[in-house]
């Protein structure tokens, strides 16, 4: 009896268990979760191969092809799809470049460190070959070679050719319009000028966007390609080192997706707080601000030396002094007038090339007579640095040549940007939308800019974001998305392209970040500063240690002069000994020209 009733009572108990206890039905299932857009992106196998076909035996990627023929098949490229448009993710296909340089031990257990070099335009791709060789090449016997050699134990080395660039789905804007030299100084501001920079910026507007490709160059596209690669290789969080430009695309994508971030470097800071249309701004008001407070008073320290002036009053009214021409040819030899210290010799000679031309100009003086009063003798009291005054002064009179030709402003070209140039200005425009769009304000910024300093050229009035049909949906993350965002920003003193008012206006925004400012230093680019202050809190992060203070401030090292005097004060208080501090690397020398190449490839 008590046997048969038991299936009595357990039909009893689902009864009363699938009602909601007042007599109801029960509760639907859950819809099933919408179909992933991406899942066809996030399904494909990376087919990792040869790097072979992205270097050539000659020309500039020469060292890159002998620094990947010593790591081996540790080195490995392959190509990926993504959507040309991440809202229409079914539409057009684009491919983007990788190169990975694997661990030594178990590199499928680590995770995978990506960088981004800068620009936007500059192609990241061999990033990761370089940092790989030069951590891995730490001497274990100095502090800091035995951390560098760590991290390089602890990642795969990620680089890409970003959207637009290099190996990947590439753009490049050119047409059949008509272009002539542009007067690049304060003498410029005259209808006849002002036509030729805002034809230029109306012509750079028109060819870019010809190319269909060219509307969805951006970084919001190519912070979704990073999270596509991450994902693809396997990382839940996605480990990070951004360069200049690469710190905007590393605060876009920390604002667009917070939950997967894990170590994010941001070195040499864009101002994410400000739009990207005041960048080039910024970078004239660097350059200005750097002359008049690092570059100046550094050459009226050594006026025994460079003969320059004994102050910074004297050396600015030298060099505002000099004329039209002059001027011309200074803004064509003088480069970027940047404060990294390899170049200072070179930012120097170009400043006082010009101060004397104008001289012997005001002489009276002829074109081969400044030439031959120019390479002869001794002009600087360091030979070396002599030599490149001679040089900078041979081209500062065969620019002055090319400037007397009635021919240099009539003779036209066509109108064709690089393709670093091209992404450049794409992103720029693309990004975010331009608030100011009267012509004149540009024209005029552009021209106040080039009265302040003859190193601050005229070049803001080009704006060809002025004519430029941008497309809706791209929308920058906020600065609110990155509040919690744990960040470690890199910063010098003295930076001309992302001057340190912009990154102290961010990094205030961030009450979860935390930076390292070094102080008299003014590299753009700070990758393996080499000082124990800096580099151990970096390579410290990077293995998972937050620093401990929110702001650590570092001393820069010093320049060539300056060292060179401490040097002579140590000898006379000390008694010179054989003994010497080990090299932070195994082989220096290959360590500075890696280093060098990832400074020059940290362009904004």
Sequence with gaps: MA????????????????CDGGGGSSEPPPPPAPPDPLAAYKDQTVQWGSCNQYFFETGSSTE????????????????IKAPLDYQNPDGLQISLSMLRVRAVESPE????????????????????????????????????????????DSYNFVGFSPRGVGASTRITCA???????????????????????????????????????????????????????RHLLGDEKLHYYGTSYGTWLGFWYAGMFPERIGPMVLDSNMNFNQSIHSAAIRYTNGQIHTFLEYIA?????????????????????????????????????????????EGIPAYLSAIKAAVET?????????????ESILSNGKHMGDEAIDQIFKQQAASMVQNLRYLEDPRAYTEPEYFSLDNSTSVWNTVVCNDEPLQNKDQTFWVDTGFDMAKSLPIAGNGIANQPCLYWNRQEGIAKPSMDSLKDAPLLMLQSEFDVPTPLSGAMETFEKLPAANMVRIQNEGAHGLMVYQTECVDLTVMNYLLGTTPSQRLIECQGKP?????????????????????????NFEDPELAETLIAKLRDAARL
Excluded at 64 to 79: E, H, I, P, T
Excluded at 125 to 149: I, R
Excluded at 325 to 335: S, V
């Design 358 to 370: 104008q001289k012997l100009i005001d002489q009276g003086k002829t074109l081969d007579e400044m």
């Design 559 to 583: 320049l060539a002069l300056d060292e060179k005097k401490l040097q002579d004060k140590a000898l006379k208080t000390a008694a010179r000994t054989d003994a010497r501090p080990a090299s």
């Design 64 to 79: 890159a092809s002998n620094y990947r023929a010593k790591l081996g098949d540790r080195v490995q490229c392959a190509d």
């Design 175 to 229: 047409g059949n319009e008509l272009i002539y030299e542009i007067d690049g100084t304060k003498w410029g501001e005259n209808a006849q000028n002002i036509r030729k920079i805002t034809d230029t910026a109306r012509y750079t507007a028109t060819n870019c966007q010809k190319n269909p490709v060219s509307g969805y160059i951006h970084t919001d596209a190519t912070a979704r390609d990073m999270d596509l690669m």
């Design 109 to 152: 257990a680590k995770p995978n460190l990506f960088f981004n070099p800068g620009g936007p335009g500059e192609d990241g791709q061999t990033s990761s070959l370089l940092f790989s060789m030069l951590l891995s090449h730490g001497n274990e016997d100095s502090a800091l070679g035995k951390k560098y050699k760590e991290v390089s």
């Design 3 to 18: 046997i048969s009733r038991i299936p009595l009572l357990l039909a009893a108990a689902f009864a009363i268990a699938g």
């Design 297 to 341: 008073p550094y050459a009226a320290r050594h006026d025994t030396i460079l003969g320059m002036g004994t102050s910074v009053e004297s050396i600015v009214n030298d060099l505002n002094a000099i004329g039209h021409k002059t001027n011309q040819a200074l803004l064509n030899i003088g480069g970027s007038f940047r404060a990294e210290r």
